[in-house]
């Protein structure tokens, strides 16, 4: 499977603390992307990252990148009820006609 | 000024029926997407388009037609529509195509279809 697997697929917090979640995949790949999905709306692009990098900020998101492990983390800090939202990982490949798949996501609720 | 935009936003309709959904992006962008989320909210690339030309074409049941009159228009018809066709259909678009690094994805929000 060329997708990523979110990991935890459900994940509560007190407002305020730092959430993280990961993500695992199998394949090559050429760069790895997060989204966010807010409940009934469409995805938004939060930030990518190339294979040769292993880090990337931005603002309160910071994502890391461990290509040999296969995985990528995404760190939220400083949590706010408006971040509450799924958010998936996806996977560029570096074959084929690479387009971008997407996992399943991480259900992400934080408590006012 | 929406930048990917679909409609109908919600469409329920019978099993059999023909419906389509329309999407418009004004990002200038070459390449068009269709994507499927389903209930457990995965979700699958259906077809891609540059510039009119279909660049990606998954395994997807032939009811299922794309139409691009021009580069900032990609529709979607669906004939025969069954049971299984209920899900969330985002119509999406990047600055280039897939196998030459077209990487952010901008997304609409979505159209709720329920095949009843």
């Known amino acids: 499977s060329q997708q990523g697997e979110e990991d935890p697929q459900a994940l509560s917090i007190q407002e305020g603390e730092n959430a993280t979640m990961n993500c695992s995949y199998k394949?090559?790949?050429?760069?790895l992307q997060w989204y966010r999905q807010n409940s009934g709306r469409g995805l938004v692009h939060l930030i990518l990252i190339r294979s040769n990098e292993r880090e990337k900020h931005s603002g309160r998101l910071r994502v890391t990148l461990d290509t040999s492990k296969k995985s990528s983390s995404l760190l939220i800090t400083a949590s706010r009820a408006a971040d509450t939202a799924s958010y998936f990982c996806?996977?560029?490949?570096?074959?084929?006609?690479?387009?971008?798949?997407f996992g399943t996501g991480t259900r992400l609720t934080i408590i006012p | 000024d929406t930048a990917v935009s679909q409609t109908p936003k919600y469409l329920v309709t019978q099993m059999g029926n023909d419906k389509s959904i329309k999407c418009e992006q004004n990002l200038g962008h070459d390449t068009m997407y269709w994507y499927k989320q389903d209930s457990k909210k995965f979700l699958k690339i259906m077809f891609s388009y540059n510039n009119k030309e279909l660049i990606i074409n998954e395994t997807v049941p032939n009811r299922f037609s794309p139409k691009s009159p021009d580069k900032a228009h990609l529709n979607l018809h669906i004939n025969s529509l069954e049971l299984g066709d209920s899900a969330v259909y985002f119509c999406?678009?990047?600055?280039?195509?897939?196998?030459?690094?077209?990487?952010?994805?901008?997304f609409g929000e979505g159209s709720w279809l329920t095949v009843v």
């Open positions: 999406a678009s990047s600055q280039d195509r897939p196998d030459r690094g077209g990487d952010t994805i901008y």
């Open positions: 394949t090559s790949i050429n760069n």
């Open positions: 996806a996977l560029r490949p570096n074959f084929g006609n690479e387009k971008l798949t």
